[in-house]
Nanobody, 121 residues
Framework: QVHLVESGGGLVQAGASLTLSCTPSGRTFGSYAMGWFRQAPGKEREFVAAITWSGRSPLYADSVKGRFTISRDSGKNTVTLQMDSLKPEDTAVYYC??????????????WGQGTQVTVSP
């Protein structure tokens, strides 16, 4: 059973930074891709960023490109989303996700419980 646990959400002012972490467990993730998605109130869940388990070929949504950085820390077995220059429109519940068959913008198989990020003006 795959289990994804997110941490690091919170309330910050516009322009600040936050770091989200995801710790997966339950199987070997060598062929997996790891992603971050978000869902704002009244909106559909949207892709934010993704990376291979080896830490290569990061993908980003246009709305976060240049501000967010996804990475994988092999020593800590975590996937990190560094969020800089945060904007009020980044406010959402952020979800970690795992995809068993390669890197993509959609089609993720497993999801974490989500962590709230709130950016005040």
């Amino acid at each position: 059973q795959v289990h994804l646990v997110e941490s690091g959400g919170g309330l910050v002012q516009a322009g600040a930074s936050l770091t989200l972490s995801c710790t997966p467990s339950g199987r070997t993730f060598g062929s997996y891709a790891m992603g971050w998605f978000r869902q704002a109130p009244g909106k559909e869940r949207e892709f934010v960023a993704a990376i291979t388990w080896s830490g290569r070929s990061p993908l980003y949504a246009d709305s976060v490109k240049g501000r967010f950085t996804i990475s994988r820390d092999s020593g800590k077995n975590t996937v990190t989303l560094q969020m800089d220059s945060l904007k009020p429109e980044d406010t959402a519940v952020y979800y970690c996700a795992a995809r068993s068959h390669g890197l993509a913008y959609s089609g993720y198989d497993y999801w974490g419980q989500g962590t709230q990020v709130t950016v005040s003006p």
